[in-house]
């Protein structure tokens, strides 16, 4: 299982960014997929959860309303699309690999393999 994710970067507050995590080595479309992040002496967080065929998401409250989760899975990609970014947003963003055909998870143990992290950095 291979997870990477791209699309990280710098932006100032109210800007958008669009993440991208490529998928290999498994059955992508049987899988949900999550985001999550992590700010340096910080616990990763929960940001938001898709389901194997795109029809469910879910969003940590601080997120909603401003980032979108999609993905294509002929294409082995799960995106995540990020609008009116805060300072608060500035964290390690990390995708993994979730439960098949289960419940969406918010909590880092319901997640079984996770990419490298993109770099995202919101100034104000």
């Known amino acids: 299982v291979q997870l990477q994710a791209s699309g990280g970067g710098s932006v100032q507050a109210g800007g958008s960014l669009r993440l991208s995590c490529a998928a290999s080595g498994f059955t992508f479309s049987d899988y949900d997929m999550g985001w999550f992040r992590q700010a340096p002496g910080k616990e990763r967080t929960f940001v938001g959860a898709i389901s194997w065929n795109g029809r469910r998401t879910l969003y940590a409250d601080s997120v909603k309303g401003r980032f979108t989760m999609s993905r294509n899975n002929p294409e082995n990609t799960v995106y995540l699309q990020m609008n009116t970014l805060k300072p608060d947003d500035t964290a390690v963003y990390l995708c993994?690999?979730?439960?098949?055909?289960?419940?969406?998870?918010?909590?880092?143990?319901?997640?079984?393999?996770w990419g490298q992290g993109t770099q995202v950095t919101v100034s104000s």
């Open positions: 993994a690999r979730g439960g098949e055909y289960g419940p969406l998870g918010s909590h880092p143990s319901e997640y079984a393999y």
